[in-house]
């Protein structure tokens, strides 16, 4: 991901970032054993709004390269680094293109 | 569908009437699955549970878990927003092919098409609406800051 230099955002609204993202990829395992029940609208609609995941997502990977997370923050950001290491491959193949 | 496939020239005209077929389209009405942790958000009446109207689900994304929209946004209020933004003079159009399906799409500046007290703390600078073809609705509208935000497929034709 390019990095640039993120604008001021406020604490809350990083929380809100961080717990969006967390809400997601805490639940990839959850949501991939239901995928093959998603009719084919629901998982084009997915496919559709996933450019809000990765935006939000770039934020936060520009705010902790810039060091502006706060203690709490930086340990949400590494557990979501881990998370989607661990589920990215998951995650891919139910978009069909790269996260 | 020929626009994609054959690349055919579109004329001014054949754009504009994409444009208002995408601005006269009903949302889609046919429920959808909700994410797990979407499930049990509410906004106003709307309760999201596994299945929900799009309408309702987009919504509540946009205004409680994105907050690109302000709290007290209206379901119609929503709708017009989008459809404003579709008929912007300056709305780019374009037309792409994802995932089996036929896409038409427009971008516009959302401080244009978006009132100053319905943007919520997350707005961002451009609003993009994307319609179905195959299906004949508007799928979602939603903002986003920069095109390469979207990772829009190659093959993309830009109409306008």
Known sequence: MAQVAPEHRPARLVDKDLKNLLGFWRTV???ATEWPEWDEDSRLDFIHEWPIERETLQRGADMAAAGLLNERQQCEWLE???LIEIHRDTVEQMLGEPI | MRLIHEEIEASPD???RIVRRIATAPFNQHPERVHARLRGVTYGSIVLGRMAPPLNLHLAKRVIEEEQWAVGTT????LNDLRR???HPAASVLVYARANGLVAATISPTDDVVPA???GVNALPSLLVIYSARHGNVRTGYMFSALTKLNLPEGIRWLR
């Open chain 2, 75 to 78: 379901a119609d209020e929503y």
């Open chain 1, 80 to 82: 979501l680094t881990r």
């Open chain 1, 29 to 31: 395992p959850e949501f």
């Open chain 2, 14 to 16: 054949d754009v504009d």
């Open chain 2, 117 to 119: 007290d319905r943007r």
């Open chain 2, 85 to 87: 933004s579709v008929l």
